[in-house]
């Protein structure tokens, strides 16, 4: 017979198999969209700025979003801004019916927008809730860590599908902006993608619908003005610097990431496919750094192992400015692979102050996720001005950042 005991801990399996599930597809959502930009460029004849801003309007959905997610969670609590997340997500996926029949930039881009705000439903919820489901902070940390490791295996999956839908055929088809059947065929494409996401999506919610999704939030605070509540959180000053920290790091992030193609073409001298394969590798060897780290923090406080992949991204990224061949190359990957603790370890540290305000937390972390698109824009700035190798002195700097941050954490002690 099941004693109340098991059936406890049962419940918080089937539940975190559920929002780990959510890493998973937010990180199909980010880079599907991230590798069909290539596409959209040449079908809907964008200019350079127009294709920029589709990605910029991705991350900046991210900082409008997450505190309407956090009021509409404390109003409805976690389970309806998971399921309100679905909708916009799925929504926005659906949006690309109408996006296709009417070719039309401004349609794509709305989709685009509708689905990352959804992404940031979700990222808002399921972030601190992981990390509330751990009583200890190094073991919710630890257990972020694990769910994290989740979202590349999404991108990897991403990225193929639309590899092998539309990029390998648009890339064998020759003027195919002037043949409107060709370009309407594989707008259709993309948009059956899309679509058949948000199908999934919805399945995901009915299911969701039967499930309960409790809170494990033991802490309450006395006071739930939400300027108190502010005001308390930028008095701490791990948070307030982690705050900053993640800005940068995700403007790190998603530049080393925009720009590794680009240097492998440009300094490498690689066609676009093996450039495309390449980064299929980087995106990789972050999945498997997320899991080898995970399994490191049974021994090595998260903070420590913060700080040494800080450092190591910090020289990876200075060799790939100054150097070239295969080394270059390693020193590219080996940053994906150093980068793969830093979200989850970052925002988990900057929580350890302010459990009573970790909703509120949560939800300004997710914000400063726009800095993939701030900094991303500073560092293309420095590529046009120069080179692709110069232009990564801005991640460099970035992850001084971090290391600054790692050094800060280093006398926390679990709690």
Known sequence: ???????????????????????????????????????????????????????????????????PAFFFIKKHAYKNGIILGLMLYAGGAILFFPAASFMSYAFYLTAIYVMAAGCAFLETVANPYILSMEHNINDGIRKLNLAQSFNPAGTILGILICNFLVLDTLDAKTS????????????????????????????????LLFINVPSFESDTTHDTSFFKSLKRLFNDRIFSVGLLTMFVYLGAQVGVWTFTTTTIEEVLGKTHEQAANLYIIAIAFFMGGRFIFTFLMKYYRP??????????????????????????????????????LMFATIFGCSMHNVRADRQLGGALMIMSIVGGAVITTVQDTVYQKLDVQSSFIIPALCFLIVIFFAVLLIPQKSQ
């Open 303 to 340: 903070q420590i192992l913060l700080l040494v992949s800080a450092v190591g991204a910090f020289v990876c990224t200075i060799t790939v400015m100054f150097s070239s061949g295969y080394v270059l190359l390693t020193a590219l990957i080996g940053i994906s692979f150093l980068m793969s």
């Open 1 to 67: 017979m099941e004693t109340n005991s098991s059936k406890h801990i049962r419940k918080k399996r089937i539940l975190s198999v559920i929002i780990i599930s959510l890493f998973f597809l937010w990180g199909m959502a980010n880079n599907m969209t991230d590798t069909l930009l290539y596409a959209f460029k040449q079908l809907l004849k964008m200019t350079g700025e127009e294709t920029y801003f589709i990605k910029f309007a991705f991350y900046v959905a991210y900082f409008c979003f997450s505190l």
């Open 176 to 207: 195919i902006t002037e043949n409107m059947e060709i370009v309407k065929e594989e707008l259709d494409t993309i948009t059956i993608i899309y679509a058949a996401l948000g199908q999934i999506l919805l399945v995901f919610m009915m299911v």
